[in-house]
């Protein structure tokens, strides 16, 4: 399998429930990306890893937890969501420098 | 406070004509400008894109324009087919910064629709 992978493609969860996001590239990239898209908003970026480094983290709320284990996988661990939380979910990967390559999301809802 | 935008929500565009989709930004530190496209269910996907040294790239039906001292760049269309319909967002960065990564900081999106 080619390209960057996202499961589950939907998840419905409540507010006390504990999820995890996956996503996996393919593409031999360094560094791997969480973006949180909400409805008429920009994509907002969440984190960024370089080389399994947590190198960005954009103010995001504690009950998002990422995890990068290798340089092919990168998680996001969800706990104690907010309805506000609803969203598209992207993972991205890249070279050091360049256009990143999106997997196809997560959409995620909380109730 | 909005670094690149698109002011457009929306634009829509006869099969065969061209299609103009425009992007402002403020950081004059941005040095690397992209173009991604989005249909519904699937995440962007790369289109186009140039750097601050140039004023114009050109991939077949694609053509970006960059006008650094108005802090604008405009991604044509020419000729506009139905499968173009998608969001298209505008992404910037800056490459110059000697990470190890690329920072990207994307616009909300122009929702083009070709009609037959």
């Known amino acids: 399998e080619t390209g960057v992978t996202q499961t589950p493609r939907h998840l419905v969860m409540g507010m006390t429930n504990k999820k995890s996001l996956k996503c996996e590239q393919h593409l031999g990239h360094n560094a791997m990306y969480w973006y949180k898209q909400s409805a008429k908003k920009p994509l907002e970026l969440m984190f960024v890893?370089?080389?399994?480094?947590?190198?960005e983290n954009n103010s995001v709320p504690s009950r998002f937890s990422p995890e990068c284990p290798n340089s092919s996988h990168l998680f996001l661990h969800l706990h104690t969501l907010q309805p506000e939380d609803s969203a598209l979910y992207l993972c991205?990967?890249?070279?050091?420098?360049?256009?990143?390559?999106f997997g196809p999301g997560t959409r995620l809802t909380v109730t | 406070d909005q670094q690149v935008k698109q002011n457009s929500p929306s634009l829509s565009v006869q099969e065969g004509r061209i299609s103009i989709l425009n992007c402002d930004y403020t950081?004059?530190?941005?040095?690397?400008f992209l173009w991604y496209k989005k249909y519904p269910a699937e995440g962007p996907t790369f289109l186009i894109s140039?750097?601050?040294?140039?004023d114009k790239n050109e991939d077949g039906r694609f053509t970006v324009f960059l006008n650094k001292s108005a802090k604008h760049l405009s991604l044509h269309i020419v000729p506009s087919q139905p499968g173009d319909s998608a969001v298209y967002f505008c992404?910037?960065?800056?490459?110059?910064?000697?990470?190890?990564?690329?920072?990207?900081?994307f616009g909300q999106g122009t929702i083009l629709t070709v009609h037959p």
């Open positions: 140039i750097s601050s040294i140039k």
């Open positions: 950081n004059s530190m941005f040095d690397y």
């Open positions: 992404a910037a960065s800056m490459n110059a910064g000697g990470t190890s990564y690329g920072k990207l900081t």
């Open positions: 991205a990967s890249s070279p050091a420098q360049g256009e990143q390559y």
């Open positions: 890893y370089s080389l399994e480094e947590r190198v």
